[in-house]
C-alpha cells in the first residue's frame, strides 16, 4: 500500500508519532517512512527510541528520536521544537502515547485512574496544542489513536473508556476548530491487535485469547500492519476531505457487544 502508481504516497511529508518508540505507534511511523516520510519518534524512553529509529533508518528510511512525556506540556513542546528544526514544517502527526492495565473500578486508585486519562486524553491534548504552531497550512493530518472503549463500555477498562471517550470528542472539536485552517483531524480506533502490550495484559492466557477471539466477526486480531495501513491512508491526499471521523478498525467486534463479550472472557471457568 506504500505506493499508488509508483510514487510514494508520502513523498516530502514530515511526520511526529508521539509514543514511536513501540506498538501500534511503532508500526505506523514505519510505514511512513516506507512512504517517503521523514519522522520524528516521541516517548519518554530515549533507549527505546533511539532503537525503533535506527530500525528506520536501517531499512532505508529517515527518523529521529525526541524523549518527552507527553504529560509535561513543557517537555513535550521542546521535543516537538527538536523535531520541527530536524525536519521543517510538520505535515503529519499520530497522537498514540497510551497507558492501560485491568483493573476493576473498586480496585485501582484515584492516582491510577488519573494516570491512564493523563497519558491519553491529557497527552493528545498537549500534543496537539503544542504542535499547532509547527503544522504546513494548509494540509496537515492528525490521527488520534483511540480504542473501542470509547464507544462501548467494557469490564476493568474504566478509566481507558474514560480517557478514549474524552480523545474521541476532542477529535471532533479540533476537526471543527482546526477545518478553516486547513487541518484535518480524525481518529483511528483499534479492537484487539496482535503482538502489543495492551493486549497481552486483557489477554494473557491462550483461553482468554481464545475467548476474545470468538467475539470477533472476522475470526482473528489484527496485525499492527493493518492499524499502520489505515493510518497511511487517512494521512495521504486519498483521505484529504475526511475530518472529524473515528475510524473503527476491529474486526467487527464491537458491533457483537464487547462489553459482555469481554465479561464473558474474563471469568474464570469451572
Known sequence: MAEVFGQELLAGKNAIVT?????????????????GAKVALIGRTKEKLDSAADEIRKAGGTASGHPADVRDYDALAAAIKSAREALGEID????GAAGNFPAPVLGMSANGFKAVVDIDLLGTFN?????FEHLRRPGASIINISAMQAFTPMPMQAHVCAAKAGVDMLT?????????DGVRV??????????T???KRLAPTPEIKKQFTRSIP????????????????LSSEAARFITGAVVVCDGGQSLAGLGVNMMAAMQPRA
Open 172 to 180: 471532533k472539536c479540533l476537526a471543527i476548530e482546526w477545518g478553516p
Open 218 to 233: 472476522l475470526r482473528r486480531f489484527a496485525t499492527k500492519d493493518e492499524i499502520a495501513d489505515l493510518a497511511l491512508f
Open 19 to 35: 509514543g514511536g518508540g513501540s506498538g501500534i505507534n511503532f508500526a505506523i511511523a514505519r510505514r511512513f517512512a516506507e512512504s
Open 197 to 199: 502490550e495492551g493486549m
Open 92 to 95: 503529519l502527526v499520530v497522537c
Open 127 to 131: 500534543t496537539c496544542r503544542a504542535v
Open 186 to 195: 480524525n481518529s483511528i480506533a483499534p479492537g484487539a491487535v496482535d503482538d
